[in-house]
């Protein structure tokens, strides 16, 4: 059996120190905004996609895997320079700007 491949945004954020991470978001990123975009009254993401990518890289990279240091998320936007699709040559069929990240 094939392992399952994870069908979730990856994403390359660039920090302004010139820290660069990889970072896939996971399921409980994904539901953390949800959650946060409800309690904040934010748009959906489909009308605020680099809010929501940078809350997802965000969460990921200070909540999830703990690759940077507790931050708010508003220190995350002052200290991140970019967050983007990864420039590789392995297309995983992702686009982390589309919201139905489902097969097309």
Request: proline share 9%.
């Amino acid at each position: 059996m094939d392992t399952p491949k994870l069908n979730t945004p990856r994403m390359v954020v660039i920090m302004r120190d010139g820290a660069t991470f990889d970072v896939q978001a996971l399921n409980i990123d994904m539901v953390s905004w949800d959650r946060d975009r409800v309690k904040h009254g934010w748009a959906k993401m489909e009308d605020v996609p680099m809010q929501w990518l940078s809350y997802l890289a965000w969460h990921a990279l200070t909540k999830t895997q703990r690759l940077l240091p507790e931050m708010t998320l508003r220190e995350f936007e002052e200290q991140c320079a970019a967050v983007q699709a990864p420039d590789d040559d392995q297309d995983d069929g992702v686009d982390p700007t589309n919201p139905d990240p489902g097969p097309g």
